[in-house]
Nanobody, 120 residues
Framework: QVQLVESGGDLVQPGGSLRLSCAAS????????MGWYRQAPGKQRELVAT???????NYGSSIQGRFTISSDSRKHTVYLHLNKLEPGDTAVYYC??????????????WGQGTQVTVSS
């Protein structure tokens, strides 16, 4: 079993910035994919940014260069730096991880989500 602990969601004014963090813990051999998705009210969950293996980060098409994902592999933690926030970025942001686990299979897990609200 893998646990994901997210933090950093908040109410912020348009143009503001936030940093979200997500730490993975539990028993697994390695992390294959880790990153962030978001879901706005009435919309489908969409990709924000992920790391897949050791490849460069993969960003969703709606981000347009305003967000940056980073990681601390020793701490099994990813960060999402949100800049120039717009009201359209209001959503619940979910951490996602896919691990190669102790069952010798790939399993994926979702965090509980952290709310980001962009409003004046």
């Amino acid at each position: 079993q893998v646990q994901l602990v997210e933090s950093g969601g908040d109410l912020v004014q348009p143009g503001g910035s936030l940093r979200l963090s997500c730490a993975a813990s539990g028993r697994f051999f390695r992390i294959a994919t880790m990153g962030w998705y978001r879901q706005a009210p009435g919309k489908q969950r969409e990709l924000v940014a992920t790391f897949i293996n050791d490849d460069p980060p993969n960003y969703g098409s709606s981000i347009q260069g305003r967000f940056t994902i980073s990681s601390d592999s020793r701490k099994h933690t990813v960060y999402l730096h949100l800049n120039k926030l717009e009201p359209g970025d209001t959503a619940v942001y979910y951490c996602y991880v896919r691990v190669y686990g102790i069952s010798y299979n790939y399993d994926h897990y979702w965090g509980q989500g952290t709310q980001v609200t962009v409003s004046s």
